[in-house]
Nanobody, 119 residues
Framework: QVRLVESGGGLVQAGGSLRLSCAAS????????VGWFRQAPGKEREFVGSIIWSGGRTSYTDSVKGRFTASRDNATNVAYLQMTSLIPDGTAVYYC????????????WGQGTQVTVSS
């Protein structure tokens, strides 16, 4: 089991920045990738970005490329999503999730943190 706890959400003006944190505990060694997702009101959950836990390779959806950066601290077992140049469409509940080695799906999910971008 892997437990994930997000923090760092809040209210920010358009153009501002926020950094989300995702603290992992439990079977950390089983984690292959940490992904970030978001779900806006009335919309389906969408992929935002991800980072390979051991190697650090990142991937992003096109709409956030150049503005969001995923990172992780292996020493403290925390993943981060640095969000800059935020726009009102970025208002959503943001989740981190963990994918295990050899797994197709993200198995473990955090509770989510609300990000609200005002215009």
């Amino acid at each position: 089991q892997v437990r994930l706890v997000e923090s760092g959400g809040g209210l920010v003006q358009a153009g501002g920045s926020l950094r989300l944190s995702c603290a992992a505990s439990g079977r950390i060694f089983s984690m292959y990738r940490v992904g970030w997702f978001r779900q806006a009101p009335g919309k389906e959950r969408e992929f935002v970005g991800s980072i390979i836990w051991s190697g650090g390779r990142t991937s992003y959806t096109d709409s956030v490329k150049g503005r969001f950066t995923a990172s992780r601290d292996n020493a403290t077992n925390v993943a981060y999503l640095q969000m800059t140049s935020l726009i009102p469409d970025g208002t959503a509940v943001y989740y981190c999730a963990a994918q295990g080695w050899g797994r197709r799906e993200y198995e473990y999910w955090g509770q989510g943190t609300q990000v609200t971008v005002s215009s």
